[in-house]
């Protein structure tokens, strides 16, 4: 099957051939995981902001009504 693909276009034969494609797998796996981790570490940062303006917001509403 792998042959098959080889053969059905030129370019694509020597991009597997020349071990090109685990190169770009490998930047593509890179990438997805950096988004990920990134994308992580902001819902960890706006979960804190949340909590925080929630906190500032219950002190300012208890103050307000001593």
């Not at 071990?19 to 981790?37: E, N, P």
Request: aromatic content about 10%; overall charge neutral; glycine content about 10%.
């Amino acid at each position: 099957m792998f042959h098959t693909l080889l053969q059905v276009n030129p370019i694509e034969g020597f991009f597997f051939g020349s071990g090109k494609s685990m190169v770009v797998g490998g930047v593509a796996v890179i990438i997805i995981v950096g988004l990920g981790l990134w994308m992580w570490r902001m819902e960890k940062r706006i979960q804190r902001l949340d909590e925080t303006a929630t906190r500032q917001t219950n002190s300012s509403n208890e103050s307000a009504e001593a």
